[in-house]
């Protein structure tokens, strides 16, 4: 049996993150909840086969398009899905340090400085309550950080994520306990620059 959507490889190995991210963590987040979501999203659009049709972020950015009885299960799950295919590709092994490119400098353009971003993504990501997402997205010329609920993506508002770190306690929990700040500026040392010069790009389109 085809399904529409399939739970994509981990560009790297479970271990490769360490010790910014546990293997551990790794293991679960990729292969179970990022799993989960892709099962639940399948299991929606089998109920509606022409969704499958469609990307997940193209039902994302229309969700007032979909039917009203599966419309909860895709902003949830095709959100899970589609920011967690994001996460693993924004990450990599020996990443971090300074942003390099056109992302460098629109961060120095809009933050003053790469520390002045840190600190408001950090600060708005930490008070993000219960589960959801910090982001960078590109909003009227302008780099801006925002926070989201639960699996919900910039797309549906119109915005295309340039950047995001998931703050749901699987993400960090078996590592850092309850102290998500400790994991948020350990997070940074994973960033991979070339893709979110890529996503920038993207997003100024």
Known sequence: MTVAYELPPLPYDYAALEP???EATMKLHHDKHHQAYVTNLNGAVEKHPELGKKSPEDLL???ASVPDDVRKVVQNNGGGHVNH???WQIMKPKGGGEPTGEIAAQIKADF???EDFKKQF????AKQFGSGWGWLIFDGGKLKVVTTANQ???ISQGHYPILGNDVWEH???LKYQNKRPDYLAAWWNTVNWDEVNKRFATAKK
């Open 122 to 125: 950090n600060e708005a990501t």
């Open 61 to 63: 950015k229309d969700l």
């Open 20 to 22: 910014s991210i546990d």
């Open 112 to 114: 003053g400085s790469f």
């Open 152 to 154: 919900d993506n910039p």
């Open 85 to 87: 295919t994001m996460f």
């Open 171 to 173: 993400a960090y929990y």
